[in-house]
């Protein structure tokens, strides 16, 4: 009989899967990491792999989102992870950046790429790009990467110029996207921090000569892997969760479920009070284990401060168990797709925090109706300073009282 979980106990479900909560389920086991890669680095990899994808496209909030499911590691154990060549920085799906763990972006690709490479030629005609610049922009990208080199987004453009390409500057994020997107190249090794570039992004390789082992998963194998991954990940769900968060159709998405099923990778569940298909989720076994056991995050107090664009909520299409809609304007301000850092409290979104990029201060402010415990943040505040080793830096209150 399916377990009938009430919103409290998706939650608590939900947030050890996220590796946020105090009984988090277990991590999958990971290629045994290189000899000369160092615990702290081997332990981003791990969480990399087990959350399957966390959003990328903030490459300062990626690390973090790492390093708040991995206590004791730092930003630096993220960067060796990628220059151990563990974890890569591509679009696996939705056409949304992503850090995922080398071996597996090849797969995803593979079995996500049909919808989101469709609309790839409506996009150029309206950027006024040739099927001619293409061809030969991925021609001499490929060149230039060859025999181990790396580059980063302006040396690539210039490798387009000395080519003789007549490109513009808004083709430069589709063409990248496109060598990616493909599988072609992914984005790996991170340089030193040297003058301006305090915090480099990671630089765009080989993906042929960056990944020696990649995963090789089709068809029905990929599905299975695929629905189990992301559940494993993310704690009860439903399918609607799924759909969203891999865009895929929805028979593939209903037949990937249910091979997982069959294999006892995930099982069925039923949201409390929600009959009928609607009310249908599905959980990996192990997090159901302690649903009712513990409280539902990691610290003793129950305050975390969670990266812009964490998977806590995006990782869903409905994220009611951990965030009120109606705050969504304070989340993402002026509806732009930029969903800011959050102050979550017992695992519910209940502000957002900011760092002033000149004073270094953070300021955190609640939702209207919430109040923000500062004693309480300081430690969290603390842990997240130390993790890319910088001063612990001020607090300060947000649009009420904190």
């Not at 984005?187 to 765009?204: C, I, M, Q, T």
């Not at 959050?342 to 000149?358: A, E, I, L, S």
């Given at each position: 009989m399916a377990a009938v979980l009430s919103a409290e106990e998706v939650l608590r479900v939900r947030m050890r899967a996220l590796r946020l909560g105090a009984a988090s389920s277990a991590t999958p086991a990971v290629p045994s990491p290189p000899a000369d890669v160092a615990a702290g680095a081997a332990s981003a990899s791990a969480v990399v792999s087990h959350m399957f994808g966390l959003q990328g496209q903030d490459w300062r909030s990626s690390k973090w989102a790492v390093g708040v499911r991995a206590p004791g590691i730092a930003a630096a154990d993220v960067v060796a992870a990628m220059n151990a060549g563990m974890i890569v920085r591509s679009w696996p799906m939705r056409g949304t950046v992503h850090l995922v763990a080398a071996e597996d972006i090849g797969w995803m690709q593979q079995l996500t790429n049909a919808r989101v490479l469709a609309g790839a030629p409506k996009r150029r005609a309206f950027l006024g790009m040739s099927d001619a610049v293409l061809e030969r922009a991925t021609e001499v990208s490929?060149?230039?990467?060859?025999?181990?080199?790396?580059?980063?987004?302006?040396?690539?453009?210039?490798?387009?110029?000395?080519?003789?390409?007549?490109?513009?500057?808004?083709?430069?994020?589709?063409?990248?996207?496109?060598?990616?997107?493909?599988?072609?190249?992914?984005?790996?090794?991170?340089?030193?921090?040297?003058?301006?570039?305090?915090?480099?992004?990671?630089?765009?390789?080989?993906?042929?000569?960056?990944?020696?082992s990649p995963r090789d998963l089709t068809g029905d194998e990929a599905l299975c892997e695929f629905a189990a991954r992301y559940v494993r990940g993310r704690g009860a769900v439903s399918r609607k969760d799924l759909a969203s968060w891999a865009q895929l159709p929805a028979a593939a998405v209903s037949r990937a479920l249910e091979l997982a099923a069959e294999a006892g990778l995930v099982v069925a569940?039923?949201?409390?009070?929600?009959?009928?298909?609607?009310?249908?989720?599905?959980?990996?076994?192990?997090?159901?284990?302690?649903?009712?056991?513990?409280?539902?995050?990691?610290?003793?107090?129950?305050?975390?401060?969670?990266?812009?664009?964490?998977?806590?909520?995006?990782?869903?299409?409905?994220?009611?168990?951990?965030?009120?809609?109606?705050?969504?304007?304070?989340?993402?301000?002026?509806?732009?797709?930029?969903?800011?850092?959050?102050?979550?409290?017992?695992?519910?979104?209940?502000?957002?925090?900011?760092?002033?990029?000149?004073s270094r201060a953070v300021t955190a402010s609640p939702f209207p109706g919430e109040r923000l415990d500062a004693a309480a943040l300081a430690p969290e505040l603390r842990r997240w300073a130390a993790f890319y080793g910088e001063p612990e830096p001020e607090l300060a209150a947000g649009a009420s009282e904190v």
């Open positions: 490929l060149a230039a990467l060859a025999g181990g080199n790396s580059l980063d987004r302006t040396e690539i453009a210039q490798v387009w110029t000395d080519a003789g390409i007549d490109w513009k500057p808004n083709w430069r994020y589709h063409l990248i996207w496109w060598l990616c997107q493909n599988g072609l190249t992914t984005f790996g090794p991170v340089p030193a921090a040297s003058g301006a570039k305090s915090d480099p992004e990671p630089r765009l390789v080989l993906a042929s000569e960056w990944i020696p569940a039923t949201r409390a009070g929600i009959p009928g298909a609607a009310g249908a989720l599905w959980a990996d076994p192990a997090a159901l284990d302690t649903t009712d056991h513990g409280p539902a995050t990691e610290t003793s107090s129950g305050w975390q401060l969670l990266p812009a664009f964490d998977e806590h909520l995006l990782g869903y299409s409905d994220r009611s168990p951990q965030f009120a809609a109606e705050h969504l304007e304070h989340l993402v301000p002026g509806k732009n797709g930029v969903f800011l850092a959050t102050v979550v409290h017992d695992g519910r979104t209940v502000g957002t925090w900011r760092r002033d990029p000149k």
